[in-house]
T-cell receptor, first 111, second 114 residues
Framework: AQSVTQPDIHITVSEGASLELRCNYS??????LFWYVQSPGQGLQLLLK??????LVQGIKGFEAEFKRSQSSFNLRKPSVHWSDAAEYFC?????????FGAGTTVTVRA | GAGVSQSPSNKVTEKGKDVELRCDPI?????LYWYRQRLGQGLEFLIY????????KSGLPSDRFSAERTGESVSTLTIQRTQQEDSAVYLC????????????FGSGTRLTVV
């Protein structure tokens, strides 16, 4: 079964600093990969997705992610975080007609 | 509709009672999914609908849980004889045809069993 792993449970970053969230996938062929964000008390919002083609994917809210087959990774980045980016972030992969989600990374932004 | 709508947004019920949670997907989305998110946890898959059939019910935790869907429209998740461990946020999502397109999630129903 296809799965993703998010190695970092919690990350704290200063406002204005860069952010990188890690996601590793386990799948032989090219996977369908996604990043979602869940703000406190909210549902999940799609940030970006990767199917094929250009390995650098641009998303909403200034986020981007890079697919690296050699490292089985799909890391999420943002050059300069804002206090509103404090949230939980989930990586996901298509697995048998549904999405399987990682355990999530909680991002805290300090002033 | 414009988005995925779930109702109620909050539900408090007594242990042993039955509850029904409703999901209204985006119009035209044939695929519908239910997930459970316990406090501080990730997303646990419950069931997948394609149209009104459920090819994958593998995530339903026990026979107290059931779900149905009317055509390509509303879905209802029913939990019978609720237990305290059923307390969680129940999230519904829909997709145009398959998960390859990604999901649009509803805001969830927060279920508290007291």
């Amino acid at each position: 079964a296809q799965s993703v792993t998010q190695p970092d449970i919690h990350i704290t970053v200063s406002e204005g600093a860069s952010l990188e969230l890690r996601c590793n996938y386990s799948y032989g062929a090219t996977p369908y990969l996604f990043w979602y964000v869940q703000s406190p008390g909210q549902g999940l919002q799609l940030l970006l997705k990767y199917f094929s083609g250009d390995t650098l994917v641009q998303g909403i809210k200034g986020f981007e992610a890079e697919f690296k087959r050699s490292q089985s990774s799909f890391n999420l980045r943002k050059p300069s975080v804002h206090w509103s980016d404090a949230a939980e972030y989930f990586c996901a992969v298509v697995n048998d007609y549904k999405l399987s989600f990682g355990a999530g990374t909680t991002v805290t932004v300090r002033a | 509709g414009a988005g995925v709508s779930q109702s109620p947004s909050n539900k408090v019920t007594e242990k042993g009672k039955d509850v029904e949670l409703r999901c209204d997907p985006i119009s035209g989305h044939t695929a519908l999914y239910w997930y459970r998110q316990r406090l501080g946890q990730g997303l646990e898959f419950l069931i997948y609908f394609q149209g009104n059939s459920a090819p994958d019910k593998s995530g339903l935790p026990s026979d107290r849980f059931s779900a149905e869907r009317t055509g390509e429209s509303v879905s209802t998740l029913t939990i019978q004889r609720t237990q305290q461990e059923d307390s969680a946020v129940y999230l519904c999502a829909s997709s145009p045809r398959t998960a390859n397109y990604g999901y649009t999630f509803g805001s969830g129903t927060r279920l508290t069993v007291v």
